[in-house]
């Protein structure tokens, strides 16, 4: 399927001469290896193997567990919204605890779960082993990369101790609001925030800068590209755009502090806040929104593509078929993340920005429905003459597609400027965003981890708890979200502490967020299910099997299972084909791993990738 | 397992569209001139929910009818350009037929009708004020830093065109029937936005700049006005009404109202007053 690999075959055919089984030399060639084998740094004690850790492989479960573990305080602190907005006669929360929660656990879902866990958590476990290098390419950095992530979230807990508590400007932190006397925490909480994103950034260059070099300089020996699996692309370019959009949220983080510990006017305007006359003079409040969302669109791809790639690998190993329309797949990566940098604008078409960009934004933001529809298609074809296992993951990797089919698709009403209108800022859009990278990413961590826990731990997943908490969280998270667009649609505002009996809304609607809140508290519930399981099969848990899904894919093909420090034993793996020979015709098995050399399946029809 | 897999899939699928239609929550009736805007939801859901069905039936088959079973294999075929090519352009023409309905009634959302007259809406932390043009149909220029108890608007004394201006006593505002009206929105503070669910219509408030929409209203009644902006604490308390009236009964309202000039006259602020009259 590879040109490229294809010329370097013929510019390098000098090679043969040294390939030792002379026999099967001519199909089984591989180029050389470009640079020498890696020299790691091997630990002494237990605090550098397990703390001040440097293999990439702890590395990535310790970033996992820190951010699961900030993502279980943003689910408690959801639960508390719900249950203010199901039963505001209880009267347990202030209005400034409520905008508290909201900001908090939107900030900590977005940046701290799910960025931290698909790049920190995913991208280091799986970069070096797929790819079949022995580590990132700088494990000192990928260390302090972890440890500065830590920090950030130390600082941004640490905002629930200080004078005012956190901020409670919502995730997006608007000027002026933000820093203005009106909003819970907007002396100590917002600068905390900031302080934390600003960490965040930093710690996640370090990774991020990891990532790119590794994949594109580490790979094994016939890892060309267009070989890499979906889950290595998606990662990949996720920490492209991830590079190119964080500096914009860094600059507008250090321009607001400096807004507001130094008194300049970046983004504030001359205005009278609560009857007294502020200093500034001359900002602009809509400056801050376009750095934030030219960050903030792209963050939605940063957690997306890695989503998207994973959920492809695990599509493709439980309906043992190859993922259709590969190179297909690739470019759309690859053209989402490029076009995600040119629609941040739509989430501004009611910002009081010049009105005109609306039919640009609008225009970029339907385009980029093309290539997401068509890896939609993609998957689902995939499953088309497939052979499906309803293996924990391919059942979590469904549940995705509906739900990312769900939420992609409100993205056609909200992306289309008219339409927004009357939903922008309605529970449509907290439908929406929920159900498209909320809920649906999530379901692919669950699937990944069930997928990947035996290749951590060397042990399986209890399959009974894994079914129960598979049902429990698709159908409860669909039953929160799906109906919650038509509140939406009724105009229910997002971010309202108390909603009164307002005359338009029938009182029907609250009965609806009474169901919508026992909903997500039995979903929450349902997670430690999930706690448990994976706590529990650490040490419990069956045994694995070597490659227990007969993957084909290199992660699977270390010499022990779980691997070792350096991954691959004495010589790194050379690869042979893509990471989807599945089920192809003549072969002996249903699979066919990477590192298989053609002459060892010598009946086997395959395509050349 | 696969037929049950299957069969919730399925039970999803049909139960989103039973829910769809019979759902009791959906929007007030509109009582503006974006029934438009309306219209492009209708047919975006027409099309997206057959989207949805379609591939959701089609998941549902699949994991019915391609269940593993230990001896059989998967279908070999890496590629399918002819399809892909297809898909991908049918694509294209979906999304173009919902764009392009879409950015018609967003031209006119943005271009304001020569007969629309004017008014100012403005918003503080947290509630609403308005200002109407008065007889010579101008605003008066404003600036934040004449705002004072005796000038809350924070009129500038110097323009002419502000001493007719009615200030509204009370966050009741009332509206002519099928009017074109222009919303010049301000706000002396933090984000606002002025949204009144049955006109369909918003749009934020930006301290440091006057932004703006327009409507037609085509019910009497009375309405809610919320914020739909985050702007602090308050936001969720932040509401006002409007009223929607016929030609004789606005004309009551708007005689109730007093000018800049008298309210100055009103609170005996003797030096602003000259200060106004100086400059007639």
Redesign the interface.
């Given at each position: 399927m590879s040109d490229e690999y294809e010329h370097k075959l013929e510019a390098k055919s000098d090679y043969t001469a040294d390939a030792s089984n002379v026999g099967a030399s001519d199909i089984d060639a591989v180029p050389e290896a470009e640079v020498a084998d890696q020299e790691l740094y091997h630990s002494h004690s237990w605090w550098t193997t397990y703390v001040f850790s440097q293999d990439a492989k702890y590395i990535g479960v310790q970033y996992a567990l820190t951010a699961i573990g900030t993502g279980l305080l943003g689910l408690v602190l959801s639960w508390l919204m719900r249950i203010q907005l199901a039963f505001p006669g209880l009267g347990w929360l202030e209005p400034a605890a409520y905008y508290q929660f909201v900001t908090m656990h939107g900030m900590i879902m977005v940046i701290y779960l799910l960025t931290a866990l698909f790049l920190g958590g995913f991208g280091n476990l799986l970069i070096p082993l797929m790819c079949g290098s022995r580590d990132m390419a700088f494990p000192y950095v990928n260390m302090l990369s972890y440890w500065a992530f830590v920090v950030a979230v130390l600082v941004l807990l640490a905002s629930f101790f200080v004078p005012g508590g956190p901020t409670g400007a919502g995730w997006t932190l608007y000027p002026p609001q933000a820093i203005t006397a009106g909003t819970p925490g907007s002396n100590w909480g917002i600068i905390l925030m900031l302080v934390s994103l600003i960490l965040f950034v930093a710690g996640f260059t370090m990774g991020g800068l990891n990532y790119i070099i590794t994949v594109l300089q580490l790979r094994a020996r016939g890892m060309t590209l267009m070989r890499m699996p979906l889950t290595i692309w998606g990662i990949f370019t996720a920490t492209v755009l991830a590079l190119l959009a964080f500096p914009a949220l860094l600059v507008g983080c250090l321009m607001m502090t400096l807004d507001s510990m130094l008194g300049t006017s970046f983004f504030m305007p001359a205005m009278v806040s609560l009857g007294e006359k502020l200093s500034y003079d001359g900002g602009s409040p809509i400056l801050f929104q376009h750095l934030f969302w030219f960050f903030g669109h792209p963050e939605v791809y940063i957690v997306a593509l890695p989503a998207f790639g994973i959920v492809s690998d695990l599509l493709s190993v439980h309906a043992r078929k190859n993922i259709f329309g590969y190179r297909m797949m690739v470019w759309a990566i690859v053209g989402i993340g490029a076009l995600s940098f040119f629609v941040w604008a739509h989430h501004m078409y009611v910002s009081g920005m010049n009105p005109w960009f609306g039919f640009f934004f609008a225009t970029t933001t339907l385009i980029i429905a093309v290539p997401t529809a068509i890896k939609v298609y993609n998957w689902i074809i995939t499953l088309w003459r497939g052979n499906i296992q309803l293996s924990l993951p391919m059942l979590f990797s469904l549940a995705f597609i509906v739900t990312f089919l769900n939420g992609g698709l409100t993205g056609l009403f909200l992306g289309n400027v008219t339409v927004d209108v009357p939903l922008s800022d309605t529970y449509f859009v907290v439908a929406h965003f929920h159900m498209v990278m909320g809920i649906a990413p999530i379901l692919v961590v669950f699937g990944a981890i069930y997928h990947w826990y035996p290749l951590i731990t060397g042990r399986m997943l209890n399959e009974t708890l894994g079914k129960i908490h598979f049902w429990i969280t698709f159908v409860g998270s669909y039953a929160i979200y799906f109906p919650m667009h038509y509140q939406g649609f009724v105009g229910v505002p997002r971010r309202y502490f108390e909603i009164y009996d307002s005359p338009y809304i029938d009182t029907s609607t609250l009965l609806l967020n009474q169901f919508i809140t026992i909903a997500a508290l039995i979903v929450g519930a349902a997670q430690l299910l999930f706690l448990y399981n994976i706590i529990v099969s650490a040490r419990l848990g069956k045994k694995s099997k070597k490659n227990p899904w007969k993957a084909c894919s290199l992660e699977w093909q270390t010499p022990q299972m779980p691997p070792e420090h350096g991954n691959w034993g004495k010589e790194t793996p050379k690869v042979y084909r893509w990471a989807y020979d599945f089920s192809v015709p003549g072969a002996k098995e249903d699979y066919i791993p990477q590192n298989v050399p053609p002459s060892e399946v010598t009946g086997a029809k395959v395509e050349k990738t | 397992?696969?037929v049950t897999?299957a069969i919730?899939?399925l039970l999803?699928t049909v139960g989103?569209v039973v829910?769809h239609f019979w759902?009791?929550?959906?929007?007030?009736e509109v009582a503006s001139n974006?029934g438009?805007?309306?219209d492009?939801?209708i047919l975006?859901f027409w099309m997206?929910g057959f989207?949805?069905v379609v591939?959701?039936l089609?998941?549902s088959y699949?994991?019915w009818k391609?269940?593993?079973?230990k001896d059989?294999?998967?279908?070999?075929?890496?590629?399918?350009k002819k399809?892909?090519f297809r898909?991908?352009w049918i694509?294209?023409l979906g999304?173009?037929a919902?764009?392009a309905?879409?950015?018609v009634?967003?031209?006119s959302?943005?271009t304001v009708p020569d007969n629309a007259y004017k008014m100012e809406v403005f918003a503080?932390?947290?509630g609403w004020k308005y200002r109407l043009p008065g007889d010579d149909g101008i605003l008066g220029k404003t600036d934040?830093?004449y705002?004072s108890d005796d000038n809350p608007f924070g009129l500038i004394l110097e323009d002419p065109n502000g001493k007719d201006d009615l200030l509204v006593d009370g966050d009741e505002l009332h509206l002519l029937i099928d009017r074109p009206v222009k919303f010049e929105?301000r706000t002396?503070?933090?984000?606002h936005?002025f949204?009144v669910?049955?006109f369909?219509?918003?749009?934020?408030?930006?301290?440091?700049?006057i932004?703006y929409y327009w409507i037609t209203p085509t019910k009497t009644g009375?309405?809610?006005v919320?914020?739909?902006?985050?702007?602090?604490?308050?936001?969720?308390a932040m509401?006002g009404r409007v009223i929607v009236d016929k030609e004789q009964d606005y004309k009551k309202w708007e005689a109730k109202q007093i000018t800049f000039e008298k309210m100055l006259a009103q609170n005996k602020n003797v030096k602003n007053l000259q200060l106004a009259k100086s400059t007639k």
């Amino acid at each position: 399927m590879s040109d490229e690999y294809e010329h370097k075959l013929e510019a390098k055919s000098d090679y043969t001469a040294d390939a030792s089984n002379v026999g099967a030399s001519d199909i089984d060639a591989v180029p050389e290896a470009e640079v020498a084998d890696q020299e790691l740094y091997h630990s002494h004690s237990w605090w550098t193997t397990y703390v001040f850790s440097q293999d990439a492989k702890y590395i990535g479960v310790q970033y996992a567990l820190t951010a699961i573990g900030t993502g279980l305080l943003g689910l408690v602190l959801s639960w508390l919204m719900r249950i203010q907005l199901a039963f505001p006669g209880l009267g347990w929360l202030e209005p400034a605890a409520y905008y508290q929660f909201v900001t908090m656990h939107g900030m900590i879902m977005v940046i701290y779960l799910l960025t931290a866990l698909f790049l920190g958590g995913f991208g280091n476990l799986l970069i070096p082993l797929m790819c079949g290098s022995r580590d990132m390419a700088f494990p000192y950095v990928n260390m302090l990369s972890y440890w500065a992530f830590v920090v950030a979230v130390l600082v941004l807990l640490a905002s629930f101790f200080v004078p005012g508590g956190p901020t409670g400007a919502g995730w997006t932190l608007y000027p002026p609001q933000a820093i203005t006397a009106g909003t819970p925490g907007s002396n100590w909480g917002i600068i905390l925030m900031l302080v934390s994103l600003i960490l965040f950034v930093a710690g996640f260059t370090m990774g991020g800068l990891n990532y790119i070099i590794t994949v594109l300089q580490l790979r094994a020996r016939g890892m060309t590209l267009m070989r890499m699996p979906l889950t290595i692309w998606g990662i990949f370019t996720a920490t492209v755009l991830a590079l190119l959009a964080f500096p914009a949220l860094l600059v507008g983080c250090l321009m607001m502090t400096l807004d507001s510990m130094l008194g300049t006017s970046f983004f504030m305007p001359a205005m009278v806040s609560l009857g007294e006359k502020l200093s500034y003079d001359g900002g602009s409040p809509i400056l801050f929104q376009h750095l934030f969302w030219f960050f903030g669109h792209p963050e939605v791809y940063i957690v997306a593509l890695p989503a998207f790639g994973i959920v492809s690998d695990l599509l493709s190993v439980h309906a043992r078929k190859n993922i259709f329309g590969y190179r297909m797949m690739v470019w759309a990566i690859v053209g989402i993340g490029a076009l995600s940098f040119f629609v941040w604008a739509h989430h501004m078409y009611v910002s009081g920005m010049n009105p005109w960009f609306g039919f640009f934004f609008a225009t970029t933001t339907l385009i980029i429905a093309v290539p997401t529809a068509i890896k939609v298609y993609n998957w689902i074809i995939t499953l088309w003459r497939g052979n499906i296992q309803l293996s924990l993951p391919m059942l979590f990797s469904l549940a995705f597609i509906v739900t990312f089919l769900n939420g992609g698709l409100t993205g056609l009403f909200l992306g289309n400027v008219t339409v927004d209108v009357p939903l922008s800022d309605t529970y449509f859009v907290v439908a929406h965003f929920h159900m498209v990278m909320g809920i649906a990413p999530i379901l692919v961590v669950f699937g990944a981890i069930y997928h990947w826990y035996p290749l951590i731990t060397g042990r399986m997943l209890n399959e009974t708890l894994g079914k129960i908490h598979f049902w429990i969280t698709f159908v409860g998270s669909y039953a929160i979200y799906f109906p919650m667009h038509y509140q939406g649609f009724v105009g229910v505002p997002r971010r309202y502490f108390e909603i009164y009996d307002s005359p338009y809304i029938d009182t029907s609607t609250l009965l609806l967020n009474q169901f919508i809140t026992i909903a997500a508290l039995i979903v929450g519930a349902a997670q430690l299910l999930f706690l448990y399981n994976i706590i529990v099969s650490a040490r419990l848990g069956k045994k694995s099997k070597k490659n227990p899904w007969k993957a084909c894919s290199l992660e699977w093909q270390t010499p022990q299972m779980p691997p070792e420090h350096g991954n691959w034993g004495k010589e790194t793996p050379k690869v042979y084909r893509w990471a989807y020979d599945f089920s192809v015709p003549g072969a002996k098995e249903d699979y066919i791993p990477q590192n298989v050399p053609p002459s060892e399946v010598t009946g086997a029809k395959v395509e050349k990738t | 397992m696969p037929v049950t897999v299957a069969i919730v899939f399925l039970l999803i699928t049909v139960g989103s569209v039973v829910f769809h239609f019979w759902s009791p929550w959906w929007w007030p009736e509109v009582a503006s001139n974006w029934g438009g805007m309306d219209d492009t939801i209708i047919l975006t859901f027409w099309m997206t929910g057959f989207v949805f069905v379609v591939i959701c039936l089609f998941i549902s088959y699949c994991v019915w009818k391609f269940a593993y079973k230990k001896d059989k294999r998967a279908e070999y075929k890496p590629e399918d350009k002819k399809l892909e090519f297809r898909l991908t352009w049918i694509t294209t023409l979906g999304v173009a037929a919902l764009l392009a309905p879409g950015l018609v009634v967003w031209n006119s959302y943005v271009t304001v009708p020569d007969n629309a007259y004017k008014m100012e809406v403005f918003a503080y932390q947290w509630g609403w004020k308005y200002r109407l043009p008065g007889d010579d149909g101008i605003l008066g220029k404003t600036d934040i830093k004449y705002i004072s108890d005796d000038n809350p608007f924070g009129l500038i004394l110097e323009d002419p065109n502000g001493k007719d201006d009615l200030l509204v006593d009370g966050d009741e505002l009332h509206l002519l029937i099928d009017r074109p009206v222009k919303f010049e929105l301000r706000t002396i503070d933090v984000l606002h936005n002025f949204y009144v669910p049955q006109f369909r219509g918003k749009m934020d408030m930006v301290p440091g700049i006057i932004t703006y929409y327009w409507i037609t209203p085509t019910k009497t009644g009375d309405f809610e006005v919320l914020c739909a902006e985050y702007c602090g604490t308050g936001h969720y308390a932040m509401r006002g009404r409007v009223i929607v009236d016929k030609e004789q009964d606005y004309k009551k309202w708007e005689a109730k109202q007093i000018t800049f000039e008298k309210m100055l006259a009103q609170n005996k602020n003797v030096k602003n007053l000259q200060l106004a009259k100086s400059t007639k």
